[in-house]
């Protein structure tokens, strides 16, 4: 049976992937079950579309099976018509299959109309709507004293609830405690319950068709030879990530990623004036932190944005213990920016945040020992200050200006 699934998305607009207050994924279909490929293509296209919609389904009007049937045996037709699964009509034994197969029962019709995920970033919510076709409806209510079946409605829909967010992939949990994970540039929809994982694949959107899309977010330099760090989903699926360093844009190499931890190291060609230093300690509860970056990147302003808060806890997002969560605004755009402490030294690395409608101040950070262990396993050492004295408002916006860099990638 195939399973309808939908998820919410987060309350605000995401300028790099050109969505709008809503947006309408079309003509999604059913791509894999089970981690098995349905189709031979992992991107989605028209003709896999209609094929996913078409069902060869089995003759259940007996009026009809006469008619086309020499010597139609009628209490064996009601007899095997009563062991069908609906849907599409599965015989459970085979010599139901065979009865259909051998008398040639079969006929082909379009089951939906369209399968949609409508994404509404005012109220924060995607919902999925499987819209039927007439024929659809009328061949359940034509077998409906059989197998007991409700008759669909025109159009079926169903809600779940976001959970967690960066800027190219949705985390969200649905009502029956499915887990779904929503991938914003692949317009992929993937459900995992229990042994079970189920893909759906959309229509490209305008903005995203060809398969390209732009992405962009925050990085800064741990070296004065052009290294930076910024968070890997960032750089993911970019063949080139750019970034703007004192007004001029430069390519940068793709040094190492690490996919787990979401961090990724960027070489630029040029020699900077300065770096962040990692602190020397670990991050503490209630301790004072700043966040540089570029949320919904330059679509706002060419500005570093920065905020502040408090350290809420030294555990990320189901219990990440490479994590720490903040109070400070993280939005999209922020990921892979620098989260320094009063003395400017890196304590995290912004990551990603909770839902702004369903939580306030819940994002987390990536711990800088964490960041510090990943340059080691790519012979790049961490720079950590002798000594460490706390500064002045104006000293920390510099240290963060002449560190921290807007990313992007087209």
């Given at each position: ?8 998305f987060?309350?605000?607009f ?6 709008g ?6 003509n999604?279909?059913l ?7 349905s ?6 296209s ?7 919609i078409?069902v ?6 007996f009026?009809?099976?006469k ?15 009563n ?5 599409p009509?599965?015989?459970e ?13 079969y ?11 409508i994404?509404?970033a ?17 061949e ?9 079946r409700s ?18 992939l ?9 887990d779904?994970?929503l ?12 042994n ?11 903005s ?20 930076l760090?910024?968070n890997?989903?960032v750089?993911d699926?970019c ?10 844009d430069?390519d940068?190499?793709l ?13 630029a060609?040029?020699s ?20 540089g ?19 809420s806890?030294?555990?990320g997002f ?10 400070a605004a993280?939005n ?8 320094i402490?009063e ?6 690395i912004?990551?990603s ?8 101040g ?5 711990k ?8 080691k396993?790519?012979k ?16 920390l916006?510099e240290?963060l ?10």
């Amino acid at each position: 049976m195939k399973k309808i699934v939908s998820v919410i998305f987060f309350t605000m607009f995401i300028s790099s992937y050109s969505f709008g207050s809503i947006t309408t994924l079309k003509n999604c279909y059913l791509n894999k079950v089970d981690n098995e490929q349905s189709w031979e293509e992992s991107f989605w296209s028209e003709t896999n579309w209609k094929q996913s919609i078409i069902v060869n389904r089995k003759i259940l009007d007996f009026d009809y099976a006469k008619k086309i049937v020499k010597n139609f045996d009628i209490k064996k037709h009601i007899d095997y018509t009563n062991q069908l699964s609906f849907p599409p009509y599965k015989c459970e034994n085979k010599e139901c299959e065979d009865y259909f197969t051998n008398n040639n029962l079969y006929e082909r019709y379009t089951e939906l109309e369209d399968r949609q995920f409508i994404i509404n970033a005012n109220t924060g919510i995607i919902t999925q709507y499987e819209i039927n076709t007439d024929e659809h409806i009328n061949e359940v209510r034509k077998i409906s004293k059989i197998t007991q079946r409700s008759i669909p409605k025109k159009e079926r829909l169903l809600d779940s609830t976001i959970i967690n967010y960066t800027d190219k992939l949705i985390r969200a949990k649905s009502k029956q405690g499915a887990d779904l994970l929503l991938n914003i540039e692949k317009n992929t929809i993937t459900q995992e319950e229990g042994n079970s994982v189920i893909e759906y694949i959309c229509k490209p959107t305008s903005s995203s068709a060809g398969g390209s899309s732009s992405s962009s977010g925050t990085a800064f330099f741990v070296s004065n030879k052009g290294h930076l760090i910024t968070n890997n989903h960032v750089v993911d699926g970019c063949s080139i990530s750019k970034i703007t360093y004192q007004n001029k844009d430069y390519d940068t190499k793709l040094l190492a990623t690490d996919k787990i931890l979401d961090l990724a190291l960027l070489k630029a060609d040029l020699s900077n004036k300065s770096y962040l230093d990692f602190s020397g300690d670990e991050a503490k509860k209630m301790q004072k932190i700043y966040v540089g970056g570029y949320p919904l990147g330059k679509g706002l302003s060419d500005d570093l944005k920065i905020t502040s808060g408090i350290v809420s806890s030294l555990k990320g997002f189901e219990d990440n213990s490479n994590e720490i969560q903040i109070d400070a605004a993280i939005n999209p755009g922020n990921s892979g920016g620098p989260i320094i402490n009063e003395e400017g030294e890196l304590v995290a690395i912004a990551v990603s945040g909770l839902a702004k409608d369903q939580t306030e101040g819940i994002n987390f950070g990536i711990k800088s020992s964490a960041a510090e262990r990943f340059l080691k396993a790519n012979k790049l050492k961490a720079n950590k200050s002798l000594f460490s004295t706390s500064k002045n408002n104006d000293e920390l916006l510099e240290i963060l200006e002449e560190a921290t860099v807007y990313t992007y990638c087209n």
